[in-house]
């Protein structure tokens, strides 16, 4: 990856056995696996490894040239210090404005635009997930087909809202979590709540007046909250419930039925991108594509968020190098600080974020893992940082901070206002989200063929020799503004592959 590197990666399908000769003239001491390092020299006991011309880990042996490096001969560096950063010190030549680029988006009432024209039912605690599970099944057999325009209608099931610690000071994080996504680009500003009665996240908490701008588009007043309470008198039996779900969200999708996709420019995307099923080429394929493509959507005025706190703390000086000014450092280091107390509490630390999967992967550790992760951004200067659970409302290259977690992470940017998903695997996962479209990109050509009706782009023909970094980037970027659209689903879509929302709780839970 760098010329300064000690070790590569076996790109050939299947691994490389020993005795092969490499094109530098070592030869395999070791059959290596494919996405799995190889010493390109000595390595003596103590000696550095480097890859992306970062120190990844120390060896704890000595390693000869040709040798399989992996997890078990490395001793892991320590933290970078969140001290004595690089504070907003890199000034790249400012990128050439990409202009002439559009989708055809929803247009809401805020200034935002949808990529889908979706009804979301909020629920305030997990309790009436199966009432409204059930009004929903019946909401898409009885009622969608009446309003063709309208593309779904999705329950937002947590596991949040009774028996947590509510007044605690980190439940905000959980409530403007599901305040936010319930305020989500695709949902088109039509905002309905099922609430059970007794639950501790009341719908005046989760919704307070004035948080949020419902106007009556008749009379443009603020409009009240639209909540079904289960507990509520008025409800005798089962159906009961049920159908007053069905009444109020027959209101709420003949709104939805009237809008129109217009042509918008490509500056309205709000693009989440994250990786997860990782391993030893998503640094090398899928996130250096994802990475130009970043670019080109910085360039044309879009908004762009990369996040996973624990994938990118070992490559924070670099973060901060890329600040585009003072105070988003800070607030990166902020972010940085409060993150490693999180862990610090549970008596873990960083390295507890890579998996079995990765490891099969090629990747030893979460030094090495950070390095691959952090090029999905790039190399805009980050224009700000989002806390978790907040939205964000500035355009440029953004670092919504979250957890690593797949679906906790994509939670948070639906959160943030994404209205595009864009996720990159190289072990494979069948993730996907109801709320918005997920294109999947493949690392691998193995992976791309094997899941051939799961993955939308792969970026694994980099490593073939079939395809550059900037042509899939290019080739992401075009399939984007498509699926905006509406002109092309995803495979995730096709398959109507969802996982659940999870909401992120760091206060204790009761």
């Not at 879009?302 to 706190?309: G, L, R």
């Not at 503004?481 to 689903?489: E, H, I, M, N, T």
Request: aromatic share 6%; charged share 20%.
């Amino acid at each position: 990856m760098h010329p300064a590197d000690n070790v590569a990666i076996v790109a050939n399908d299947g691994g490389l056995p020993a005795g092969t000769r490499l094109p530098g003239g070592q030869v395999l001491v070791d059959k290596v696996p494919q996405a799995h390092k190889v010493a390109l020299e000595d390595i003596p006991e103590g000696g550095a490894v480097r890859r992306y011309n970062v120190v990844i880990g120390y060896a704890l042996k000595f390693i000869a040239a040709g040798s399989w490096v992996h997890e078990r001969l490395l001793q892991m560096p320590d933290a970078r210090a969140l001290d004595g950063l690089p504070i907003a010190t890199a000034k790249p030549t400012p990128m050439e404005p990409l202009a002439g680029y559009t989708f055809e988006g929803y247009r809401n009432a805020d200034g935002s635009v949808g990529t889908r024209n979706i009804l979301a039912i909020t629920q305030t605690v997990q309790c009436v997930a199966g009432v409204t599970d059930f009004a929903v099944q019946r909401i898409k057999a009885e009622l969608l087909p009446k309003y063709p325009n309208v593309d779904d209608v999705v329950a937002l099931e947590h596991g949040y809202g009774c028996g947590v610690a509510i007044d605690a000071p980190d439940a905000a994080v959980p409530i403007r979590t599901l305040r936010n996504i319930s305020l989500n680009p695709n949902f088109g500003g039509e905002v309905m709540v099922v609430s059970l009665g007794c639950e501790k996240l009341q719908p005046e908490r989760l919704m307070p007046p004035g948080a949020i701008a419902l106007v009556d588009q008749r009379t443009l007043q603020e409009a009240p909250l639209d909540v079904v309470c289960l507990q509520d008198e008025a409800h005798v039996g089962f159906m009961s419930m049920v159908d007053s779900i069905l009444r109020q969200a027959d209101e709420h999708l003949k709104r939805l039925n009237a809008r129109r996709r217009e042509t918008v420019p490509a500056s309205e995307l709000v693009v989440g991108v994250q990786c997860g099923g990782s391993d030893a080429f998503s640094g090398v394929t899928a996130n250096p594509a994802v990475g130009f493509c970043t670019d080109l959507l910085v360039r044309a005025g879009a908004t762009v968020m990369f996040s996973e706190v624990t994938e990118v703390r070992d490559g924070i000086d670099q973060l901060t190098a890329r600040a585009a000014t003072p105070e988003v450092a800070q607030a990166l280091i902020d972010q940085m600080v409060w993150y490693d107390a999180y862990l610090a509490r549970g008596r873990v630390d960083r390295s507890a974020n890579t998996t079995p999967g990765n490891k099969k992967g090629g990747l030893s550790n979460i030094v090495e893992k950070a390095m691959g992760s952090i090029v999905k951004s790039g190399s805009a200067p980050i224009a700000g940082v989002v806390a978790p659970g907040e939205k964000a409302v500035q355009k440029g290259l953004i670092y919504a901070a979250t957890p690593a977690s797949d679906f906790i992470c994509g939670t948070l940017q639906l959160a943030a206002g994404m209205n595009l998903h864009v996720f990159t695997t190289g072990r494979g996962t069948p993730y996907g989200l109801a709320q918005v479209p997920v294109i999947k990109v493949a690392t691998r050509s193995d992976l791309a063929r094997r899941w051939h009706d799961l993955m939308d782009v792969n970026a694994g023909r980099i490593a073939d020799g079939q395809a550059t970094i900037e042509e899939v980037g290019w080739e992401l970027f075009h399939l984007m503004l498509d699926v905006a659209s509406g002109r092309k689903k995803t495979w995730a879509e096709h398959w109507k592959l969802a996982n659940q929302l999870v909401l992120f709780n760091p206060a204790p839970v009761t």
